[in-house]
């Protein structure tokens, strides 16, 4: 049973353009999501947290979104840049963990 | 600050055997978790350690175990290899392991299961 699911495994951009990579998510339990960016030959590194009390967190080109009745939350990047292309996994904590449930992640290519 | 470093970094078995993975945390860093990943499954929690205790465990068969030692370093042991094993092994480090600490990941173990 997934519990974080990224649906597309997949997306292309242009440089420049919104990147937007998607999330849902099953457990009502979760109160906390994070987002990592992974490189090829490299592990995973953190790149935004929401808490479930916010609806939006923004930290330079990167914005996250939550919709909580949806249990959806976006990744958002603007402008997006060829460095961006890695794969996106999506994460969430429920209250009483502090173990990240990861998603299978989303591959985006940005071209130049 | 050194980051988190795994050995060995490949790593080729065949099906029966087993095999022992390594983990050095960031220095100051307790808690050690390990993760499984797979082209199909994405990141699978293992386990993680804090203090030399494991203080959570995934949905793995027991042929998965691990342990830490007194200056945090973390080792992870298959037994009884099997082709489905065939993964890329992540360990990850924190302070304490709290909610709201970032992971800091180490660039894995590659293990190729023939």
């Known amino acids: 049973d997934q519990q974080v699911k990224q649906n597309s495994p997949s997306l292309s951009v242009q440089e420049g353009r919104i990147s937007i990579l998607n999330c849902d998510y099953t457990?009502?339990?979760?109160?906390?999501f994070l987002w990592y960016k992974k490189y090829p030959a490299e592990g995973p590194t953190f790149l935004i947290s929401i808490s479930s009390i916010k609806d939006k967190n923004e930290d330079g080109r990167f914005t996250v979104f939550l919709n909580k009745s949806a249990k959806h939350l976006s990744l958002h990047i603007v402008p997006s840049q060829p460095g961006d292309s890695a794969v996106y996994f999506c994460?969430?904590?429920?209250?009483?963990?502090?173990?990240?449930?990861f998603g299978r992640g989303t591959s985006l290519i940005v071209h130049p | 600050k050194a980051g988190v470093t795994q050995t060995p970094r490949y790593l080729i078995k065949t099906r029966g055997q087993q095999v022992t993975l390594s983990c050095s945390p960031i220095s100051g860093h307790r808690s050690v978790s390990w993760y499984q990943q797979t082209p199909g499954q994405g990141l699978q929690f293992l386990f993680e350690y804090f203090s030399e205790t494991q203080r959570n465990k995934g949905n793995f068969p027991g042929r998965f175990s691990g342990r830490q030692f007194s200056n945090s370093r973390s080792e992870m042991n298959v037994s009884t290899l099997e082709l489905g094993d065939s993964a890329l092994y992540l360990c990850?480090?924190?302070?304490?392991?709290?909610?709201?600490?970032?992971?800091?990941f180490g660039s894995g173990t590659q293990l190729s299961v023939l």
């Open positions: 994460a969430g904590i429920s209250g009483g963990s502090y173990i990240p449930t």
């Open positions: 990850a480090s924190s302070l304490e392991g709290g909610k709201l600490e970032k992971l800091f």
């Open positions: 457990n009502s339990m979760f109160d906390y």
